[in-house]
Nanobody
Framework: VQLQASGGGLAQPGGSLRLSCAAS????????IGWYRQAPGKQRELVAN???????NYADSVKGRFSISGDNAKKTVYLQMNSLKPEDTAVYYC??????????WGQGTLVTVSS
């Protein structure tokens, strides 16, 4: 499984960005796919993910502001980020886990929220 992340950039507080994660390879083996982030000096944390049953999971800090969705035809998962805050500034990583719990990471994409 290969994951290609894109869509990061600079946004103002209150603004929006959409991240994309395109999956390739043995994508039929993917059970869970989503996003983690790592801010400077902090540990990497789960932002949101979704599984093969369609269940979604969000960090408390992004609930109501971020939304994860997928396009099966494009083999792409999106993270729509609204009402961005400076504390959302981080490198965002696409992450997938397959049915034997092997993990896959995409390259990070930087999101900066600043006025």
């Amino acid at each position: 499984v290969q994951l290609q992340a894109s869509g990061g950039g600079l946004a103002q507080p209150g603004g929006s960005l959409r991240l994309s994660c395109a999956a390739s390879g043995t994508i039929f083996s993917i059970n869970t796919i989503g996003w983690y982030r790592q801010a400077p000096g902090k540990q990497r944390e789960l932002v949101a993910n979704t599984n093969s049953d369609g269940n979604t999971n969000y960090a408390d800090s992004v609930k109501g502001r971020f939304s994860i969705s997928g396009d099966n035809a494009k083999k792409t998962v999106y993270l729509q980020m609204n009402s961005l805050k400076p504390e959302d500034t981080a490198v965002y990583y696409c992450h997938a886990e397959d049915y034997v719990e092997s993990e896959y990471w995409g390259q990070g994409t930087l999101v900066t929220v600043s006025s």
